[in-house]
């Protein structure tokens, strides 16, 4: 099976009710004073084995509703979305972790989750806190970790799955680094064999190092689609840029 992701006019709606808060489409149709918003609308892009893409745009423009779709925690209400190969992902900096289990605790949890055996996730821990450069806290509670931490521990057992596809949110930015370092370097392993990284954030220089590639979203709609340097040039000349956006190292 030859890696892919594929988006084709794909739409992703949401309801709210009216404290705001988000209500399912069944829901919305009984209930009275309920409104709609598009995340996403008529998305379209494909990719292919050792593609880079990057999801900029300003905040709430859909990047992570986007991501969250490839993922499967959303499903489109119209079009479709084709993912091909062993998928990954880190969306947040809790990354479903548990404050009141121990680093160690946690990376065997997710092991398990994420389908290995309970012994193979026994195995793999030693090498997750190894890859985290967690060690000298790996028996600590995660709720004394910070957010670098956290996120160090949820790439690192994301990263152990030997994805095919690989989803970062803004995640990356709670990194330190050197441990971006790690990161890239690992995304570009992931490119290497075969597979496909999609990362959104702010964190312009980021993203330029792990894709050659960018998609502008605004409005939860495709603005531009092509080389990174081009499409970020559009996003600067759009104006829609907000002054919380990092653009430097």
Not at 172 to 197: K, N, W
């Amino acid at each position: 099976m030859t890696t892919a992701v594929a988006a084709h006019g794909l739409g992703v709606r949401f309801f709210f009710d009216r404290q705001h808060r988000v209500v399912t489409p069944a829901l919305a149709r009984i209930r009275r004073r309920v409104t709609d918003l598009w995340g996403l609308r008529n998305v379209s892009f494909s990719l292919a084995a050792g593609d880079g893409i990057a999801l900029v745009g300003p905040s709430g423009s859909g990047k992570t509703t986007l991501l969250r779709t490839l993922a499967g925690v959303l499903t489109p209400d119209t079009g479709s979305v084709e993912v091909r190969g062993r998928v990954a992902s880190l969306l947040s900096v809790e990354a479903g972790l548990m404050n009141a289990l121990t680093g160690r605790e946690n990376a065997l949890l997710l092991g398990v989750l994420g389908g290995l055996s309970r012994r193979e996730a026994k195995r793999a821990v030693a090498d997750i806190g190894e890859r985290s450069g967690l060690e000298e806290v790996f028996d600590n509670p995660v709720s004394s970790y910070s957010q670098g931490m956290r996120a160090r521990l949820g790439f690192a057992v994301t990263e152990h799955a030997r994805p095919q596809i690989l989803l970062l949110d803004e995640v990356l930015e709670a990194l330190d680094l050197e441990f971006r370092d790690y990161v890239v370097a690992r995304a570009e392993a992931v490119r290497a064999r075969g597979g496909i990284i999609v990362a959104a954030g702010h964190d312009h220089s980021m993203l330029a190092r792990l894709c050659g590639r960018a998609i502008l979203l605004q409005e939860g709609t495709v603005s531009a689609d092509g080389d990174f340097d081009d499409v970020l040039s559009a996003y600067t000349a759009s104006g829609a840029s907000s002054s919380g956006d990092v653009t430097g190292a």
